[in-house]
């Protein structure tokens, strides 16, 4: 079956340092793969996505390939803000008309000023 | 409008009450779904409709009783629970090409039985 194994956490750096959150994933077929975001008391917000090999997904400074050879999306980030404190999903929807999403255990980050 | 709404954001019930969690989004979608997350964990499936018809049920307890009665309003009606029902219960929904354009959440319903 499908599985997604995200680095354990919690991560805490200080402002301004680079973030990596290590994501890989077990899938049959051309799998879909996910980062979403949860703020503190919140819901899931989609952070980034790629649908192929090699695609990049991007948003807010946050950036992911999709690595078929390596079957990884690592989630990765210049320079992090207080504000991007928050837990981090890797997930993955494989192929075909089943609508589920696999996700991992996530990262909760905490960026100290 | 690019959200999914749920209400009430937060809910206490009794083990012998009746209660209704709502969800609604105006986006076309034609997939909508029920998760269940428990603290420091990743969303669980419960339950998917698609095109109005329940498509996927993870083997959910019968207190839990979804409705879809259009393509934009999902119901999860709540019956006899237990205090290990106590979670944040997250509406999504997606187009049918979920995996090409993302699922979008819901902010929760948080659910507190006594």
């Known amino acids: 079956g499908n599985s997604v194994t995200q680095m354990e956490g919690p991560v805490t750096l200080s402002e301004e340092a680079f973030l990596t959150i290590n994501c890989t994933y077990t899938?049959?077929?051309?799998?879909?793969l996910f980062w979403y975001v949860q703020y503190p008391g919140e819901g899931l917000q989609l952070l980034l996505k790629a649908t192929k090999a090699d695609d990049k997904g991007s948003n807010k400074g946050f950036e992911a390939t999709y690595r078929k050879e390596t079957t990884s999306f690592h989630l990765e980030k210049g320079s992090v803000q207080v504000s991007d404190s928050a837990v981090y999903f890797c997930a993955l929807k494989s192929g075909g008309s089943n609508y589920k999403l696999t996700f991992g255990k996530g990262t909760l980050l905490t960026v100290n000023p | 409008d690019t959200e999914v709404t749920q209400t009430p954001k937060h809910l206490v019930m009794g083990m012998t009450n009746k209660k209704s969690l709502k969800c609604e989004q105006h986006m076309g979608h034609r997939a909508m779904y029920w998760y269940k997350q428990k603290a420091k964990k990743p969303p669980e499936l419960m339950f998917v409709?698609?095109?109005?018809?329940?498509?996927i049920n993870e083997s959910v307890p019968s207190r839990f009783s979804p409705e879809c009665p259009n393509s934009s309003l999902l119901n999860l009606h709540l019956h006899a629970l237990q205090p290990e029902d106590s979670a944040l219960y997250l509406c999504?929904?997606?187009?049918?090409?979920?995996?090409?354009?993302?699922?979008?959440f819901g902010s929760g319903t948080r659910l507190t039985v006594v």
């Open positions: 409709y698609s095109y109005e018809k329940l498509s």
């Open positions: 999504a929904s997606s187009r049918p090409r979920a995996g090409y354009y993302g699922y979008t």
């Open positions: 899938a049959t077929g051309y799998p879909s």
